[in-house]
């Protein structure tokens, strides 16, 4: 069982940056492959990044690529979305999950968090 907490959220002008965490218990952290989603009030979650176990392997949606990163350091059971270029459109809860399989599909995720709160404003 993994539970998985965010933090790093909040309120950031257009162009600002913002560096989200998300700190997992247990001690399988490292077998799990981890992405993080956002969903925008009135809009459906979607898949922002993803990166597997050993970080190797990473992916990220054509609206956030050469703007964010996603990084994990397993010593310390974290993963990381660092956002650089905020945009308005950015808006959204950022929700942080493990799964089994590097996939980009939420239902295949096995342990969400409860999610952080992002707004841009422009």
């Known amino acids: 069982q993994v539970q998985l907490v965010e933090s790093g959220g909040g309120l950031v002008q257009a162009g600002g940056s913002l560096r989200l965490s998300c700190a997992a218990s247990?001690?399988?952290?490292?077998?799990?492959?981890m992405g993080w989603f956002r969903q925008a009030l009135g809009k459906e979650r979607e898949c922002v990044a993803t990166?597997?176990?050993?970080?190797?392997?990473?992916y990220y949606a054509d609206s956030v690529k050469g703007r964010f990163t996603i990084s994990r350091d397993n010593a310390k059971n974290t993963v990381y979305l660092q956002m650089n270029s905020l945009k308005p459109e950015d808006t959204a809860v950022y929700y942080c999950?493990?799964?089994?399989?590097?996939?980009?599909?939420?239902?295949?995720?096995?342990?969400w968090g409860q999610g952080t709160q992002v707004t841009v404003s422009s």
């Open positions: 999950a493990a799964s089994s399989k590097h996939t980009v599909i939420a239902g295949l995720y096995d342990h």
């Open positions: 247990g001690r399988t952290f490292r077998s799990y492959a």
């Open positions: 990166i597997s176990w050993s970080g190797g392997m990473t």
